[in-house]
């Protein structure tokens, strides 16, 4: 099984604080990786920044994005519980949980808004469902390094 994105891992996070006690990230990521059995190879799997693991990443962006709907709240340095809001959530026990979902909260919306001007909101939206926006831009880098090395081929070779 590939890496899940940030999408895919949303409702599992929910999921972990559903005890109502209080999680780590580092904890959280464990539990993940367990649960989508994924291999020593993918938790080793580097961003090509080669600072952090692709899994983190996605487990990150998802516990911010659960944050930022008020599903979850931190309680001091990576260190979160679940919210009243939390519960109704998983009361309802959505099948998922993705970002069209998580649209309906009023928190979300507005930091949403705040990170994204509008005329980027079109361009690239397939991105937005499949990978973080740190992979997104990791991407961007890549190709703009390419295309500059490849220009620069084309300039020196006679």
């Not at 487990?59 to 001091?76: D, H, P, Q, S």
Request: proline letters at 6%; charged letters at 35%; hydrophobic letters at 35%.
């Amino acid at each position: 099984m590939p890496i899940p994105d940030y999408q895919m891992l949303m409702l599992p996070l929910l999921r972990c604080f559903a005890d109502g006690k209080e999680h780590s990230v580092q904890g959280v990521v464990n539990t993940l990786a367990k649960e989508f059995s994924l291999t020593e190879e993918e938790l080793r799997k580097l961003l090509p920044s080669v600072k952090q693991t692709v899994f983190y990443s996605r487990v990150g962006w998802a516990k911010t994005y659960m944050a930022k709907a008020n599903l979850i709240e931190k309680v001091r340095r990576s260190r979160y519980v679940l919210t009243d809001m939390e519960r109704e959530v998983l009361n309802e026990n959505p099948s998922e949980i993705k970002d069209e979902f998580l649209a309906r909260f009023p928190e979300f919306t507005g930091f949403r808004r705040r990170k994204r001007p509008k005329e980027t909101q079109d361009k690239k939206e397939i991105y937005r469902e499949e990978k973080t926006p740190e992979e997104v831009l990791e991407e961007a880098y890549a190709e703009l390094r390419e295309s500059l090395a490849q220009d620069e081929i084309w300039r020196i070779t006679p």
